[in-house]
Nanobody, 114 residues
Framework: ELVQRGGGLVEPGGSLTLSCVSSGFDLTSFDLRWYRQAPGREREFVAGVFSVSGYTTYAASVKGRFTMSRDNFRSTVALEMSGLKPDDTAMYYC?????????WGRGTQVTVSS
């Protein structure tokens, strides 16, 4: 299970940090990603970090504003979001995957509004 924390309501330009911690398994060998889904839209990729290389990649819409990090010792992955815009409003999901095994968090709402 992936347990998500964080999220909430923030004004445009503000910051929030989301976190995701694994329960019952070790995240070390998993590729980790964050996705989001806004009302009426498809789920989209936000950021990802590979298990082996630690290489991190971001969607163009969030690059330079969001930072993803992983802490294998604590089995935690975080998404630091700054310069938030109303278009960032969505339900955010963490994901862990390897081979034929994958886990999803239940989602946490981020709302950017004045």
């Amino acid at each position: 299970e992936l347990v998500q924390r964080g999220g909430g309501l923030v004004e445009p330009g503000g910051s929030l940090t989301l976190s995701c911690v694994s329960s019952g398994f070790d995240l070390t060998s998993f590729d980790l990603r964050w996705y989001r889904q806004a009302p009426g839209r498809e789920r989209e990729f936000v950021a990802g970090v590979f298990s082996v290389s630690g290489y991190t990649t971001y969607a163009a819409s969030v690059k330079g504003r969001f930072t993803m990090s992983r802490d294998n010792f604590r089995s935690t992955v975080a998404l630091e979001m700054s310069g938030l815009k109303p278009d960032d409003t969505a339900m955010y999901y963490c994901y862990a995957g390897r081979y034929n095994e994958e886990y999803w968090g239940r989602g946490t709402q981020v709302t950017v509004s004045s």
